[in-house]
T-cell receptor
Framework: GDSVTQMEGPVTLSEEAFLTINCTYTATGYPSLFWYVQYPGEGLQLLLKATKADDKGSNKGFEATYRKETTSFHLEKGSVQVSDSAVYFCALKGKGDTGFQKLVFGTGTRLLVSP | EPEVTQTPSHQVTQMGQEVILRCVPISNHLYFYWYRQILGQKVEFLVSFYNNEISEKSEIFDDQFSVERPDGSNFTLKIRSTKLEDSAMYFC????????????FGPGTRLLVL
């Protein structure tokens, strides 16, 4: 079945450091890919998405490019802030006839940014 | 901006009791979902719902679980007889139509079964 693999955390960075969180996936066909963020005590918020190969999703300084050849969707940010401290989830949604495909999530990666 | 809301935010119950978790999806959305996240683990799909019927469910969604859209706005998840292992954060999500891939999540209900 479909699956998502994320790098284990926590990832600990100093403010203004460069961030990469790796995500690879296994799926039939060409799924849509997502990054969701969960701030402490809050629910899941969509951070960015990409629906086809070579698409780049971006939001709030975060970027991720849909790489079909490596089945990856790594999250990057050039300069992290303390307020970026959260858990980041990579997810996929398959494509098919029904349109009801569930989201399949990775295990989440906790990011801790210190001043 | 429209958002998915969930009530209650926290619920504590005794093992064996019934609980109902409530969600109000975004008003023009047609597809509804429940997910859960056991503490420290990944978010897991439970069920999807469209046109007043279940369209897909996971192995987790056994006979103890049911979903309902009792009126035009609410979407509920009922657990008939709670177990300790049902303790988790339960998220409701909705999406507007077949072509829209994004699901919008509510803030979650934290359920603790004692």
């Amino acid at each position: 079945g479909d699956s998502v693999t994320q790098m284990e955390g926590p990832v600990t960075l100093s403010e203004e450091a460069f961030l990469t969180i790796n995500c690879t996936y296994t799926a039939t066909g060409y799924p849509s890919l997502f990054w969701y963020v969960q701030y402490p005590g809050e629910g899941l918020q969509l951070l960015l998405k990409a629906t086809k190969a070579d698409d780049k999703g971006s939001n709030k300084g975060f970027e991720a490019t849909y790489r079909k050849e490596t089945t990856s969707f790594h999250l990057e940010k050039g300069s992290v802030q303390v307020s970026d401290s959260a858990v980041y989830f990579c997810a996929l949604k398959g494509k098919g006839d029904t349109g009801f495909q569930k989201l399949v999530f990775g295990t989440g990666t906790r990011l801790l940014v210190s001043p | 901006e429209p958002e998915v809301t969930q009530t209650p935010s926290h619920q504590v119950t005794q093992m064996g009791q019934e609980v109902i978790l409530r969600c109000v999806p975004i008003s023009n959305h047609l597809y509804f979902y429940w997910y859960r996240q056991i503490l420290g683990q990944k978010v897991e799909f439970l069920v999807s719902f469209y046109n007043n019927e279940i369209s897909e469910k996971s192995e987790i969604f056994d006979d103890q679980f049911s979903v309902e859209r009792p009126d035009g706005s609410n979407f509920t998840l009922k657990i008939r007889s709670t177990k300790l292992e049902d303790s988790a954060m339960y998220f409701c999500a909705s999406s507007p139509d077949r072509g829209q891939v994004t699901q919008y999540f509510g803030p979650g209900t934290r359920l603790l079964v004692l």
